[in-house]
């Protein structure tokens, strides 16, 4: 089963929360145990796990990454957002999630995060859900 979810960013750099958006796929599938597959198709976009309970660590993670990468003449790549594609390499354009009881299985303060470091733009990720065997 392969499911797109589709996400508008506002900022060039932003983490927004898609936990409750994979919740509804994982629930509409019906599977009650197996893995839940995340994939992002784009090369300035990413997908990570992290805290969800304070907007703060949201927004320190997208303004850290864009400090430690920042816009810089100095890059070959013509299009002038080699510091997007960095970031993006930095987080990786996958994630894996446990399904248990027809549920992610999320520690208590974690949420998946799409994260832009090139919008504001339209993306989509991928989910793909795998009953067990
Ligand atoms: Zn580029």
Same mark, same amino acid.
């Given at each position: 089963?392969?499911?797109?979810?589709?996400?508008?960013?506002?900022d060039r750099n932003e983490?927004?929360?898609?936990?409750?958006?994979? +919740? +509804?796929? *994982?629930?509409?599938?019906?599977?009650?145990?197996?893995?839940?597959?995340?994939?992002?198709?784009?090369?300035?976009?990413? #997908?990570?796990?992290? +805290?969800?309970?304070?907007?703060? #660590?949201?927004?320190?993670?997208a303004?850290?990454l864009a400090?430690?990468?920042? #816009?810089?003449?100095?890059? $070959?790549?013509? &299009?002038?957002?080699?510091? $997007?594609? *960095?970031?993006?390499?930095?987080?990786?354009?996958?994630?894996?999630?446990?399904? +248990? &009881?027809?549920?992610?299985?999320?520690?208590?303060?974690?949420?998946?995060?799409?994260?832009e470091f090139?919008?504001?733009?339209?993306?989509?990720?991928?989910?793909?859900?795998?009953?067990?065997?």
């Amino acid at each position: 089963m392969l499911h797109y979810i589709h996400v508008s960013s506002r900022d060039r750099n932003e983490l927004i929360d898609i936990t409750d958006r994979v +919740e +509804e796929i *994982v629930r509409q599938s019906g599977v009650s145990s197996g893995v839940c597959h995340l994939f992002t198709f784009h090369t300035t976009a990413a #997908v990570t796990i992290n +805290e969800g309970a304070d907007p703060a #660590v949201r927004r320190d993670i997208a303004g850290f990454l864009a400090r430690l990468v920042p #816009v810089d003449a100095s890059f $070959s790549h013509g &299009e002038g957002n080699s510091d $997007s594609h *960095v970031k993006t390499s930095l987080v990786g354009p996958s994630q894996t999630v446990i399904i +248990e &009881e027809g549920r992610l299985l999320l520690g208590t303060w974690q949420a998946i995060f799409f994260c832009e470091f090139d919008g504001p733009r339209a993306r989509k990720v991928a989910v793909k859900i795998m009953p067990d065997p």
